[in-house]
């Protein structure tokens, strides 16, 4: 029986479209990030060992394709898209497991930059809170002077409402692997009232217009910032803080939600 007009039986027809969806399902997804990634970027998304891969998937794919449609005709779009949906599949578990070992590498590395800053610094980690509160209302505005202030993304200005707080601590959306970081808050002083902790706070925003009384459900303390913030911001921010006052001893205290 001759095969319809537009279809094909051939086994090495069959064997080279299996290959060709093998390797497209493979290069393609990484293909698409290269081209989408910004420029500063270091990332190597060809490594010689993924051609390797990408050439074993298609001819086990090619393979499979040869077994499952032999001597059977079809168009090469229906046995092309047939084919796809395997390597598909094996190639996004593959992407999402490599990214995950990549960004396990990264926040690994940051760690250890971490830990020998807070060495470095003198800086601890200590302890942690379950509520936090400004006490006393905002800040009055105060002139920033010789860089003491910390732009950073949670060290609020003296204008800055109630309402920047959950603006400050609210993750944005994200779809890709990333880490699910504690969240810190840098501690300058424990106070044993709400008072001490205003009048704490109201000397040390002369230098750290950042400084804020709070009540926390372990006490009154002044800390720098309005929100919570990533360790590695509160850290920066708490090096910061020290060399503006080197009497400061900061601590970070984590905020467990």
Known sequence: MEPVAGTTASAGAK???GLLAGIAAVLLPRLLALLSKSDDANIIFFPSSYFMLAAGVGVFLGLVTLVLEYQVAAKPKET???????????????????????????????ERLRQAVRIEQG???????TALEPVGGPAP???????????????ASAHAADDRLAQASADPVRFGVRVNQPKYVVVLRQAANEQQALQDAHKLQAQLPGARAVRSNKGFFVVLGNAPASETDALLAAARAKKADDQLQPVLVEMKQ
């Open 80 to 110: 092309f898209m047939a084919a796809l949906g395997l390597p598909a599949v094996l190639s996004g578990a593959l992407g999402t497991a490599s990214t995950a070992e990549s960004v396990s590498d990264a926040n690994r590395d940051a």
């Open 141 to 155: 505005a105060k002139p920033m002077g010789n860089g003491a202030f910390f732009d950073l993304p949670f060290v």
């Open 15 to 17: 064997f080279a479209i």
């Open 123 to 129: 800086i601890v980690k200590e302890g942690s809170f």
